[in-house]
């Protein structure tokens, strides 16, 4: 039937192998839940909704222990678990672990705490979908990251900045006596792959979320998330005693203003015990910051962070900033204003920083923060929205570029400090505030993420925070089983579709360490040409510096110096153009057209070869997709094939637009292989 994507990888169709299905059955006839606290009611419902649709029967629950089905608790409350665990291996579990564990003819469920519970039901959900035998079930998992966070850039009128999924879920003007459906499928969504926090409204913040009503409306959304063990957070703007106190500053120093915010807290804590805390985006593209009184981005976090530290919350200070002066490299300012305030943030404030030092581009080295701050605890900001990947158009499986980012060594502690460690606070022996945050890529299309596969990012990023040392291609197989099941072929191809597709985008975007040459304001498609923008740094000729001579942006001891952010043993492999990997070649030189890579080739054959096969590798995608045709529904084999079309297309014209564009420098054929019309 007609399939419009909306059940995600949640989607419980009947197992189609009739032996397995039976299997599963004749051991799970009945569900017994032990406790009765909102996450467990949650985890129990899951329960019955998934496996009546896995098993095709309406499954039961039950009042007392069967003795043979599903037990459902948590440890150390609920007396049917007790002794199932060692000693050992209960201490083992943090916050919000689970085990999942068979004993004859009984299986448990057993959380370390509620959320640990609602987890696991999740988990066993998912082993199910993804037809794992139940024999000697014996599995034990707990989160490293402590906050798992979605960031919305969701605006109250509805729109979402950098959205390509239609407009903002959030519907501000029914709330809070309206509570759409999808809220709660939300959650559950969320719950499934760990995500324990949403802040749900833009970084670019308006200062009216903090007035009574909207808080009213912010805490109907806490109370549907609650029970699916997410906390909400808002993002607050730093004029805000101003705007809506009235105040004459916003000067962090200023009593009247610190006063304004502890009341906002105050108020805020009354209406949502468990408000999580505050993102904030200060002195960066016009928003308002500490900085216009003289002071600190510490100083300014600090303020914040004591309003919110008698209830518990904490302060996500995003290090994405960059002056208004034209700098020598945007992507040394980050570092130069934020290492200095290292060791001076109360322990309830977090720096939140990108992946990259520039913004989200396809490839980029690892921010020099990550290493850079040992008294601070950061926390890693991906993008999940496609802004410069392809938007909404292109299938771009993000996972992998998750996983580069987080398995790169930064030997800030020694060889072997990957950034991953640095997120989980072990790198530092200290994880009493760790986190992860995505920026979403959710709107109202009837998918969630309009193009199908952004479903698999979302997937991907929420597993990668409960373990960022995790394996995308693991995340890519389960959600590419729980997506389309039924169907191994299906499943492979899609699989393999999110495996290769990073790489091609970055080959018909930016090979060889390009960036930030897309068109102007939107993002989209090429435009190395752009050169008038009200600051140099928006412009593609500041980064790409292409003239007759050569390419490339030299970030060594002759130009900007970049690599003297991070540690010596790291910078080692980018400071000779003739060792430093092709894949960041032109972010840290600037090189000859005719410089011999080690391939043999010339950077520019090397630029011909590697764009066209970027575009080549989106034509075999499209290919693999097409032999798919009538194996899975026509509604979502047909989206797919639409979006991989436009990709294909694209892919080719970023192509040709750069080499023609870098043709003019370069003055060099291309190839005589390539040049075959495709
Ligand atoms: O990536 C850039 C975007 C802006 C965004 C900004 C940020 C929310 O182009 O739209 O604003 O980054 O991260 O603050």
Redesign the pocket.
């Known amino acids: 039937g007609a399939d419009d994507g909306y059940r995600l990888w949640l989607r419980y169709d009947e197992i189609a192998d009739s032996p397995l299905r039976k299997s599963y059955a004749k051991a799970l006839p009945r569900v017994f839940r032990e406790g009765d606290s909102p996450q467990l009611c949650a985890a129990e419902e899951e329960l019955l909704l998934g496996l009546s649709g896995l098993l095709g029967h309406g499954v039961e629950s039950t009042a007392a222990a069967p003795a043979k089905g599903l037990i459902l608790g948590v440890l150390g409350r609920s007396t049917s678990l007790d002794g199932l665990l060692s000693a050992e291996e209960q201490a083992s579990l943090p916050d919000g672990g689970y085990a999942l564990i068979g004993q004859g003819k009984q299986f448990y469920i057993a959380g370390k705490d509620d959320r640990g519970a609602l987890y696991g039901a999740f988990a066993f959900l998912r082993y199910l979908q993804r037809g794992r035998p139940l024999d000697d079930l014996h599995l034990l998992d707990g989160p490293r990251v402590k906050n798992r966070l979605l960031n919305h850039?969701d605006n109250l009128d509805g729109t979402v900045?950098?959205g390509y999924a239609g407009f903002s879920i959030w519907n501000w003007h029914q709330l809070p006596h309206y509570l759409d459906p999808r809220y709660t499928d939300y959650a559950r969504a969320n719950a499934s792959i760990g995500i324990n926090g949403a802040v749900v409204t833009?970084?670019?913040a308006k200062a009216i979320v903090f007035r009574r009503d909207y808080l009213q409306k912010a805490a109907a959304l806490a109370e549907v998330f609650r029970p699916y063990g997410i906390r909400i957070y808002l993002t607050a703007r730093f004029s805000a005693p101003i705007e809506l106190g009235g105040l004459p500053t916003a000067d962090p120093e200023d009593a009247a203003v610190k006063k304004w915010w502890q009341d906002k807290a105050s108020e805020i804590y009354a209406l949502i015990p468990d408000f999580g805390g505050f993102v904030v985006?200060a002195n960066?593209?016009g928003?308002p910051g500490p900085r216009e009184y003289g002071r600190t981005h510490a100083q300014g976090a600090n303020l914040l962070a004591d309003a919110l530290a008698p209830h518990g919350g904490i302060v996500m200070w995003?290090a994405?900033v960059y002056s208004n002066e034209e700098p020598v490299d945007r992507a040394k300012q980050a570092y130069d204003e934020f290492v200095p305030l290292d060791g001076k943030f109360r322990d309830n404030v977090m720096v939140q920083v990108?992946n990259g030092p520039i913004?989200?581009q396809p490839r980029e080295p690892v921010h020099p923060l990550f290493g850079s701050m040992p008294h601070t605890p950061l926390a890693m900001?991906f993008?999940i929205t496609k802004?410069?990947l392809g938007q909404g158009t292109h299938l771009v499986g993000l996972g992998k570029m998750y996983e580069e980012v987080l398995q790169t060594d930064t030997y800030a502690e020694g060889p072997g400090t990957r950034v991953a460690d640095i997120i989980d606070g072990s790198a530092y022996g200290d994880d009493r505030l760790t986190a992860m945050a995505g920026?979403a890529n959710i709107g109202t299309a009837r998918n969630w993420t309009g193009n199908l596969f952004g479903q698999a990012d979302w997937y991907t990023f929420g597993r990668l925070a409960w373990n960022p040392t995790g394996k995308a291609e693991d995340y890519f197989r389960e959600w590419s089983q729980m997506t389309f099941p039924n169907s191994p072929t299906v499943q492979e191809t899609a699989q393999n579709l999110l495996a290769v597709s990073h790489e091609a985008c970055v080959n018909y975007m930016t090979p060889l360490g390009l960036h930030h040459i897309m068109g102007p304001d939107h993002?989209y498609g090429p435009g190395p040409w752009i050169k008038d923008m009200p600051r140099a740094d928006w412009t593609s000729v500041y980064y790409h510096k292409a003239d007759a001579e050569g390419v490339g942006f030299d970030r060594t001891k002759t130009g900007s110096d970049a690599l003297e952010q991070y540690t010596s043993r790291f910078a080692a492999r980018y400071e000779s153009p003739d060792s430093c990997p092709p894949a960041f070649l032109l972010w840290y030189h600037h090189l000859p057209w005719d410089h011999k890579l080690p391939s043999g080739n010339t950077l520019w054959a090397e630029l011909c070869y590697s764009y066209h096969a970027g575009a080549t590798k989106v034509g075999e995608m499209l290919k693999n997709w097409k032999s798919l045709s009538g194996r899975l529904d026509q509604e979502r084999y047909e989206s797919v094939r639409m979006h991989l079309e436009i990709q294909e297309k694209e892919a080719k014209w970023w192509r040709d637009a750069c080499l023609a564009y870098f043709q003019s420098f370069s003055g060099m054929p291309v190839p005589a292989e390539l040049e075959k019309p495709t």
Do not use: I, P
């Open positions: 850039w900045e950098r833009n970084v670019n985006k960066s593209e928003q995003r994405f990108k913004d989200f900001e993008q802004e410069y920026v993002h």
